[in-house]
């Protein structure tokens, strides 16, 4: 037992009382968080997307309905690499709404391995430059109160690891709490979110090149208001990344 450090011998005696069990779906695990049939079942979003803001299109289209009008976002592209459903929607509301944060270093990885197949600056030579700030989506204070943790700050955490991207936390506020948008049309979703973000501080932003993480994207509203906020500020660069998209 000699050169063993207790904290090992703590672990195994832990596993054995208490085998470690996938979060997502609570099946048993040899190692990690997260089991591989989970893994498996994380559904990859696949190409084409839009030219200008990088929402999924059908094959026979170069530009979304939204940019199709003319209605272009201030971002330089939006990006998710996997489906909103089955063993991923599942991961997301583990850690959003059951507080198992554990999860958000997995997924968060993912994200990050992800992140080259959308930015030819992240083709591993120039990752550096690629972007000077991360900023997660942040949540209202009230709500932030009530889960004790964003949900997007983790990932982004995750996102920035290895990187020497800047997280910047707390310049960007959301100052008014929304409803629900589940239910609301394209047109109310935007105006829901209409001034609920502000930026403490204007000056930082200036000539930079930003990367706004969320969990999930679904109509972009609420990327598309942070983005005409960051953009408006004097950023030269802003784009958008999450860990899923629902359709």
Known sequence: ???IPVSTLIDGLLDTLYPPVCLVCRNEV???????ACCEGFRRLLPP????????????????????????AAYEWSYAPYQYDGS?????HRLKYDGRTALAK????????ALPNCDPLLDGRTVLDAFDVVIPVPLHPSRLKTRGFNQAELLAREVCAGTGWHLEIGN????????????MTMEERAANV???FTLRETRPMLHK????????????STAREIARVIAEAGASRVCVCALARSA
């Open 1 to 3: 037992m000699a050169g």
């Open 30 to 36: 040899d190692t990690g968080c997260i089991c591989s």
């Open 49 to 72: 997307y839009c030219d200008r803001c990088g929402e999924p299109i059908p094959a026979n289209r170069i530009l979304c309905k939204r940019c199709g009008q003319g209605n272009s």
């Open 88 to 92: 991923m929607l599942k991961a997301i």
């Open 106 to 113: 997995p997924l968060g990885k993912l994200l990050a391995s």
């Open 172 to 183: 960007l506020q959301r100052v008014r709490k929304t409803p629900t948008q589940t239910a």
């Open 194 to 196: 209409l001034g609920a």
């Open 209 to 220: 090149q930003v990367l706004i993480v969320d969990d999930v994207l679904t109509s972009t």
